[in-house]
């Protein structure tokens, strides 16, 4: 969507904050033990406290509140009884919506002991991310978003999951413009509009370039198996440049 009114701009800024804190929530309840489907239910509590719905469910009939994807599973994993070990990597996605606006947003969280090249991982998923949003604006080119992160996925000796791209969001889960590359892409020619609502959200890799589907209609792995994070905000395109809609507390 494109963002037209004040009206529109803080509801997004409600089911923003909403999504974040429930980030949040879940990140911290992460221990050893529980099975992803307990910590599936401290998001439904957390969302639907907040009077938003729990989007996967509801769009899509995805048999969670939220996307829970462990080690091998790189996305779109479902909540059940696996259990969360030392050393696992969680990758929690949380979209949700409000009042008909969409926001959507997600992390990976190691789970202490972590090893140096996880915890470096983890970092340097964020700061890919970070070099994606720096490009968003109005105006600006969205080649712009994927050329960065791929210059610094080059540089710091990582790969990017290739089929699994940004994508439009506000009101609906994915809209227009979809399939907005995280890596570069010669054939993209799209401008940013002033008030254009966007994700960039990187898979950043130990070895994938791609995501392959597992033995539910869900769940996505990494090809070929290799640690990956992923890290997403929703995000409103400028003349200023990127407002961050997802950040905890604001």
């Known amino acids: 969507m494109t963002v037209s009114s004040d009206d529109d701009l803080a509801a997004l800024k409600r089911i923003g904050r909403i999504v974040a804190d429930a ?14 489907l307990e910590l599936d239910g401290i998001g439904r509590l957390f969302l639907e406290a907040a009077g938003a719905r729990p989007a996967p469910e509801a769009v899509y009939g995805f048999p969670g509140a939220t996307c829970i994807s462990v080690n091998e599973e790189i996305a779109h994993g479902i909540p059940g009884e696996r ?3 030392p050393g696992d990597l969680v990758n929690i996605d949380v979209s949700a919506e409000k009042h008909g606006y969409f926001a959507d947003t997600g992390a990976s969280f190691a789970v202490p002991p972590v090893t140096r090249a996880v915890e470096r991982l983890c970092k340097d998923g964020r700061r890919a991310m970070w070099s994606g949003l720096r490009q968003v604006g109005a105006g600006k080119p969205l080649a712009g978003i994927g ?20 994508h439009g969001v506000g009101r609906s889960l994915h809209e227009e413009p979809t399939e907005i590359a995280t890596w570069p892409n010669a054939s993209e020619r799209r401008i940013m509009a002033d008030g254009l609502v966007l994700t960039v959200e990187p898979f950043l890799s130990l070895g994938a370039d791609f995501a392959e ?7 996505l792995y990494s090809r070929p198996r290799a640690l990956t994070v992923q890290y997403e905000h929703t995000v409103v395109a400028t003349r200023n440049g990127p407002l961050i809609l997802t950040m905890p507390g604001q």
Request: charged share 25%; proline share 5%; hydrophobic share 35%.
């Open 213 to 219: 589907d597992g033995d539910d209609p869900w769940t």
């Open 23 to 36: 980030l949040e929530a879940m990140g911290r309840a992460i221990e050893p033990g529980m099975t992803t």
């Open 147 to 166: 050329q960065a992160v791929g210059s610094f996925a080059k540089k710091n000796g990582y790969t990017l999951v290739r089929n699994l791209a940004s």
């Open 83 to 85: 259990r969360i070990g």
